[in-house]
């Protein structure tokens, strides 16, 4: 069976950080794209950071670049958002999963499976 296991969310004051994990199983993480995407309240799901598994080469949104870092340890089949300088605006929900292209970037379009995803809201 398929699936996503997302962990570490929670409550963040502004500036804070979180380390998500996502435990994948059912299939080898190390031969897909994976990806970080968020969804926050009236807005569409939007990507927030990718990376291909064939040359490590990242796909980080704007509003992320130089405080999310995406990582992956294979040997453990799980992968990681690292997120610091938390602001507000990052409250969403934070949903980990593959893709099977990076053509249009890191795009939701790509995406085939969600796992059920883990809360972050920053707030003082």
């Known amino acids: 069976q398929v699936q996503f296991v997302e962990s570490g969310g929670g409550l963040v004051q502004p500036g804070g950080s979180l380390r998500l994990s996502c435990a994948a199983s059912?299939?080898?993480?190390?031969?897909?794209?994976i990806g970080w995407f968020r969804q926050a309240p009236g807005k569409e799901r939007e990507g927030v950071s990718c990376?291909?598994?064939?040359?490590?080469?990242?796909f980080d949104a704007d509003s992320v670049k130089g405080r999310f870092t995406i990582s992956r340890d294979n040997a453990k089949n799980t992968m990681f958002l690292q997120m610091n300088s938390l602001k507000p605006e990052d409250t969403a929900i934070y949903y980990c999963?593959?893709?099977?292209?990076?053509?249009?970037?890191?795009?939701?379009?790509?995406?085939?499976?969600w796992g059920p995803g883990t809360q972050v809201t920053v707030s003082s």
């Open positions: 059912g299939f080898t993480l190390d031969t897909y794209h």
């Open positions: 999963t593959t893709l099977w292209t990076l053509d249009y970037g890191c795009d939701p379009k790509a995406v085939g499976f």
């Open positions: 990376i291909s598994n064939s040359d490590s080469s990242t």
